[in-house]
């Protein structure tokens, strides 16, 4: 009785630091732009004039659409409650910073949830995408999520009260991991070295899954993508609680 009533207080305070983060950043420019806007024109830009199908299109714009929507709002969050002196309010709760964070982490994946669903519907019901493995696409969904809404968290492990500072790190490391992961440019026309760099971005494998999803050629096996992935994952979360952990009280 006394583990199930922890469990429902620690799954109310999560749900309630989700909604608050919902509310009030999802519609911030940072999170618009760097989230949505940036990702878009920059695989717009790549698309435009060249002999594209849609069946290897789509796949690539929803790795990309997962990568900087998810990881884009918890940049934003710590520094801006920093600025706001919020932060030492939600510390004072019963709410444990533990909490906090995986409740960023799914503000994150939620957020990279919605607006990739709608670039997944408009792929396959407006540009007829057809989807060959609908499970490993709810499975690779589900996991990117998951990671890329851990990694905006990581971000924001940075002791600062300027979200700016935090955006253009996150914007350093993101954009290497975009165009060394096999999104524009397959793994397999990629030279060695090209391949062994590749090997170090989650992006690499969500893409990777996503192709196979989709009925398009991949490059690694499945049970290795799954694997890569899973372990990115859990090891991004496990950054972000403990990175965390140890800044978060130096932002007081």
């Known amino acids: 009785m006394l583990i199930s009533q922890?469990?429902?207080?620690?799954?109310?305070?999560?749900?309630?630091?989700i909604w608050k983060n919902m509310k009030i950043y999802y519609l911030e420019p940072p999170v618009l732009i760097f989230g949505?806007?940036?990702?878009?024109?920059?695989?717009?830009?790549?698309?435009?004039?060249?002999?594209?199908?849609?069946?290897?299109?789509v796949p690539g714009l929803l790795a990309i659409s997962f990568f900087f929507t998810g990881s884009s709002v918890g940049p934003y969050i710590t520094p801006w409650e920093t600025r706001t002196r919020t932060l030492e309010r939600l510390l004072a709760t019963p709410a444990s910073p533990s909490i906090l964070i995986i409740g960023d982490i799914f503000s994150g994946?939620?957020?990279g949830l919605f607006v990739s669903g709608i670039v997944l519907l408009?792929?396959?019901?407006?540009?007829?995408?057809q989807i060959a493995n609908s499970s490993m696409l709810i499975l690779t969904i589900g996991l990117s999520a998951v990671a890329f809404g851990a990694l905006g968290a990581i971000f924001s492990a940075l002791p600062t009260d300027k979200p700016s500072n935090v955006m253009m790190l996150s914007n350093?490391?993101?954009?290497p991991?975009?165009?060394i992961s096999g999104v524009f440019v397959p793994l397999a026309a990629l030279p060695a070295w090209g391949r062994w760099i590749s090997y170090i971005s989650p992006v690499t494998y969500v893409t990777d899954l996503m192709r196979l999803s989709f009925g398009e050629p991949h490059f690694f096996a499945?049970?290795?993508?799954?694997?890569?992935?899973t372990a990115f994952t859990a090891l991004l979360v496990t950054a972000a609680l403990y990175l965390h952990n140890k800044t978060i009280y130096q932002r007081i």
């Open 6 to 17: 922890t469990v429902k207080l620690r799954a109310r305070q999560l749900s309630a630091v």
């Open 172 to 175: 350093l490391v993101r954009l």
């Open 222 to 229: 499945t049970a290795i993508n799954l694997a890569v992935l």
């Open 122 to 129: 408009i792929g396959t019901a407006g540009l007829g995408a």
């Open 36 to 57: 949505i806007l940036f990702p878009f024109f920059i695989f717009l830009a790549f698309a435009l004039g060249k002999d594209i199908s849609i069946g290897e299109l």
């Open 109 to 111: 994946a939620i957020f």
């Open 177 to 179: 991991l975009i165009f």
